[in-house]
């Protein structure tokens, strides 16, 4: 699938709403309660993504990758790290989605890469990312891409219904 990695605009925040619930549905069934993923609202992630673009954070990017003809059909977050205690030199992969039929196209490590040197551009020298313990697909994913998990497991994620959530990490080295 060809796309377009680009720096997300606040006009995209519908259609990464979109996605956002669309890739929860597919990725997590099964995963998650059949209950909280139908609850899952496009508006809600709508307003968060708005928000979120329109204040953006120093040193975090919005991706989004987008078909020739302008449809996204997935997209990346990453920033500082969110984990208390965490060294100011460490990045966040927060988010990296795709809708269905971009699955296991390229669409998604391209994102990735694309997020990774985002983060090295803005001087973070290594990563981490939090991922649902139950998520073998994204876990084989982040695994190939050189992520490794550090032994850490939370059950912090209130969006993932308090499931546990493994911390994989990384060096940024150039």
């Known amino acids: 699938m060809d796309v377009i990695v680009r720096d997300a605009t606040v006009e995209d925040a519908h259609a990464i709403a979109d996605v956002h619930v669309a890739s929860w549905r597919w990725a997590y069934r099964g995963q998650l309660s059949d209950d909280l993923l139908s609850r899952l609202s496009v508006d809600d992630r709508e307003t968060m993504w708005t928000a979120c673009l329109l204040g953006p954070e120093v040193g975090a990017s919005v991706l989004v990758a987008s078909t020739a003809d302008g ?17 100011s ?8 989605y795709l809708l269905r039929e971009a699955q296991g196209t390229g669409v ?6 694309e997020a990774i040197a985002r983060l090295r551009d803005a001087g973070f020298t290594d990563a981490t990312l939090w991922v649902l ?6 876990r084989r ?4 891409a050189g992520w490794r998990w550090d032994g850490s497991v939370s059950e912090h994620m209130f969006e993932c ?5 493994v911390r994989y990490a990384r060096e940024l080295s150039r």
């Open 161 to 165: 219904g308090n499931r546990p959530i």
């Open 141 to 144: 994913f982040y695994e190939r």
């Open 71 to 87: 449809r996204i059909v997935g997209f990346a977050n990453a920033g500082r790290s969110r984990d208390d205690g965490a060294r």
């Open 89 to 96: 030199g460490t990045g966040e992969l927060r988010a990296l």
């Open 133 to 138: 313990e139950t998520n073998e697909l994204a």
């Open 108 to 113: 998604g490590r391209s994102l990735h890469d």
